[in-house]
């Protein structure tokens, strides 16, 4: 079975800080994925990866980086938290296949800045 | 970009009644679609996909979905709705490499 770990269920964390959130993939995809996930507006892309050092903007970008130095792990990193990014965080993968464009998600990391 | 609508955020169903989730997609190519499932706590699992040949796709638990290009429709359904079914389910397009829009939604509560 394809595993998407996180670092973190649950992260609280203060305005200003940098956080980082870790995600691990074992199958060996090519592309990963950071989502938000906030009620009623599903979810959002922040960043994808297609390979180790490449990234690409999602819809909502700002405020975010990431960082993707070997194939199985992604990071998300926020630069300076504020608490309109208090949400529930979403890792993905896929691997390359057109036929396998199914995304595996991770458990999930609710993050609250306060 | 394409956009993804699905109807009713909240959807509730009783026991044993047929269970209808409605999504409508906008793509000007033929989709990939998908449905993926939300337990609470849980991250996003797939539960069927569309890709190409038979419009009528199963999935796991006894869910299906029917892709109907003139209507521009993938609904979800499942003849007799469980207790565990109760979640919140998205509804998804493949429209470009790797570019995947996500419905915003809708939430199934099962009542005994």
């Known amino acids: 079975d394809v595993k998407v770990t996180q670092s973190s269920r649950y992260l609280v964390k203060r305005t200003g800080e940098k956080v980082f959130l870790e995600c691990v993939q074992d199958?060996?995809?090519?592309?990963m994925f950071w989502y938000r996930q906030d009620p009623g507006l599903g979810l959002r892309l922040i960043y994808f990866?297609?390979?180790?050092?490449?990234?690409e903007k999602g819809d909502i970008p700002e405020g975010y980086s990431v960082s993707r130095e070997k194939k199985e792990r992604f990071s998300l990193i926020l630069e300076s938290a504020s608490t309109n990014q208090t949400s529930m965080y979403l890792c993905?993968?896929?691997?390359?296949?057109?036929?396998?464009?199914?995304?595996?998600f991770g458990p999930g990391t609710r993050l609250t800045v306060t | 970009a394409q956009s993804v609508t699905q109807l009713g955020s909240h959807v509730s169903v009783s026991e044993g009644a047929l269970v209808l989730l409605r999504c409508n997609y906008s793509?000007?190519?033929?989709?990939?679609l998908f449905w993926y499932v939300q337990y609470p706590n849980q991250g996003l699992q797939l539960l069927l996909k569309?890709?190409?040949?038979?419009?009528l796709v199963k999935g796991i638990n006894g869910f299906e979905a029917e892709f109907k290009k003139s209507e521009t429709s993938f609904h979800l359904t499942k003849p007799s709705a469980h207790m565990s079914d109760a979640a919140e389910y998205f509804c998804?397009?493949?429209?470009?490499?790797?570019?995947?829009?996500f419905g915003t939604g809708t939430k199934l509560q099962v009542i005994p």
């Open positions: 993905a993968s896929t691997p390359g296949l057109a036929e396998s464009y199914e995304q595996y």
């Open positions: 199958m060996d995809h090519e592309n």
């Open positions: 990866s297609y390979d180790v050092k490449m990234k």
């Open positions: 793509s000007s190519v033929p989709p990939y």
């Open positions: 569309y890709t190409t040949g038979a419009t």
């Open positions: 998804a397009v493949l429209w470009g490499y790797q570019k995947v829009t």
